[in-house]
């Protein structure tokens, strides 16, 4: 993606804020996760920051377990004209949109609700499992 591009309201620093915020991760908690190299000051610079590097920003994405295009794509001033423009007259109108602005966090939420059912089937497993072994050793 060349600069020209590049949407120059997006705050990548400040989308790692907002989603960071959104999943209740401390910026202590971000800066364990990306290493011992980082501190909560660190995390602190770096949400100042408009544009992050990829590569920093994989690991962010992967840390948050966020996709990469949520950080690089969420726009916070297009998604509030959207809602102003769609409920400003205390309506509930429809208003179509060719690029949600929405489809980042409905994205965390899916992640969220496949790791819940994973661990889920996993404990499920383990219970069965120990009641095998119990079994096994109990006779």
Same mark, same amino acid.
């Given at each position: 993606?060349?600069?020209?591009?590049?949407?120059?309201?997006?705050?990548?620093?400040?989308?790692?804020?907002?989603?960071?915020?959104? /999943?209740?991760?401390?910026?202590?908690?971000?800066?364990?996760e990306?290493?011992?190299?980082?501190?909560?000051?660190?995390?602190?610079?770096?949400?100042?920051?408009?544009t992050?590097?990829?590569?920093?920003l994989?690991?962010?994405?992967?840390?948050?377990?966020?996709p990469?295009e949520a #950080?690089q794509?969420f726009?916070?001033?297009?998604?509030v004209?959207?809602?102003?423009?769609?409920?400003?007259?205390n309506? #509930?109108?429809?208003?179509?949109?060719?690029?949600?602005?929405?489809n980042?966090?409905?994205?965390?939420?899916?992640?969220?609700?496949?790791?819940?059912a /994973?661990y889920?089937?996993? /404990?499920?497993?383990?219970?069965?499992?120990?009641?095998r072994?119990?079994k /096994?050793?109990?006779?």
């Amino acid at each position: 993606m060349t600069h020209a591009t590049k949407n120059p309201r997006i705050h990548q620093g400040r989308n790692v804020k907002r989603f960071r915020e959104m /999943l209740g991760i401390k910026q202590d908690a971000l800066a364990f996760e990306l290493g011992e190299d980082w501190n909560q000051q660190k995390i602190s610079l770096l949400e100042q920051k408009e544009t992050i590097d990829t590569p920093l920003l994989s690991q962010i994405s992967e840390a948050l377990k966020i996709p990469v295009e949520a #950080i690089q794509n969420f726009d916070e001033e297009q998604a509030v004209n959207v809602i102003a423009n769609t409920f400003g007259d205390n309506s #509930i109108g429809y208003q179509k949109n060719e690029n949600p602005i929405f489809n980042p966090v409905d994205q965390i939420l899916k992640l969220h609700e496949e790791k819940i059912a /994973l661990y889920e089937r996993m /404990l499920k497993e383990k219970d069965e499992m120990m009641a095998r072994l119990e079994k /096994l050793v109990g006779g």
